[in-house]
Structure formats: C-alpha cells, structure tokens
C-alpha cells in the first residue's frame, strides 16, 4: 500500500471511528466488544483498502462487516456465555425520568434476539432507512421490516405496554 492510500485510509478511520464504535457498541451492550469488533472490522477494511475506497460508501461496507462481527459473536456467545438476568441497583437517587426511562428502555433493547436487537440499533439508534438497514444486515427489506415488528412487540411486552407505539385509550362499556 503507498503511502497516498495509507493516509486516505487513516483519514476514513478518523472519520467513521466513532459511527461505527457506537454501533457496534449499541449492538453488544459491552465497551471492550465494541472495540474488539471495531478493531476487527477495521483491519479487514485495511486488508482490502484498494478495492474499498473506491466504493461510493465505504463507510457503509465498514458498518456492514461491524454487524456482521457482531453477529459472528453472538452466535458464538450464545454457546458459550450466560447472561445474568440482574444487574444489580445501578440507580442513583435524584436522577431524571427520563434517564430511568432510557435505562429502561436500554435493558429491554438488550434482551431482544440478536437480528431484532441489529434492527432495533440500524434503524432508531443510527436513523438508517428499512433499505440501508437492509443493505448492511444483508437482508431483504421485508425481512428488517418483518424483525421491525416483532421487535416493537417484544419491546412492548417487556415494557409492559399492550399497544406499541400507539396511546393508550380507556375501552368504553358499550
């Protein structure tokens, strides 16, 4: 690799670094995984840099390969680790609602099936469309459309809430 390449190449690290660390990062729940899988990711791009950057979005095959690790380690997690149903009191009095109600909501995302949970993170939390989502989970926009779903239906049941996304209404005797 000349040195021209070497430094586009660091200038597209320093520029998507962060997007897809906090991707990843949204799809683990874990700092250090995040990290792993970034540092993955990236070394894969780097290997094949060449062919990359001439992409109209590189930046898009980068996150593609970060869902993809992260999906690697899911699988390989779920054979191998158990997670801890509790946590612990992590709550601070004084705090806002609205920060217990992101934790809340942050707990419930992390217990949904992985490609839910890859859905849930590409679609609300990096504001990709049905069709980029899609593209970087490899998969047909039904079927993001169709995890989109039971997604918001599982979120609704661990929140407690019987209609997701829609208000509540009080069902008069007829």
Do not use: C
């Amino acid at each position: 690799m000349h040195l021209a390449e070497q430094e586009e190449f660091a200038e597209f690290v320093r520029a998507q670094h962060a997007s897809l660390f906090r991707t990843a990062y949204l799809m683990t729940g874990d700092y250090q995984r995040a990290e792993d899988i970034v540092q993955t990711a990236l070394v894969k791009v780097f290997l094949r840099w060449r062919q990359i950057q001439s992409m109209s979005q590189p930046g898009a095959y980068a996150k593609r390969i970060v869902a993809n690790q992260t999906l690697s380690w899911w699988r390989r997690r779920s054979s191998t680790e158990s997670v801890v149903d509790t946590l612990g009191d992590r709550g601070v009095p004084g705090h806002e609602e609205r920060v217990t109600e992101h934790d809340t909501m942050w707990r419930a995302v992390l217990q949904l099936p992985p490609r839910q949970r890859a859905v849930i993170v590409l679609r609300y939390y990096e504001d990709l469309s049905e069709a980029e989502t899609a593209e970087v989970l490899d998969m047909a926009v039904g079927t993001v459309k169709s995890h989109s779903n039971a997604a918001h239906h599982r979120l609704a049941t661990l929140l407690d809430d019987p209609a997701p996304g829609m208000a509540h209404t009080e069902k008069r005797p007829t």
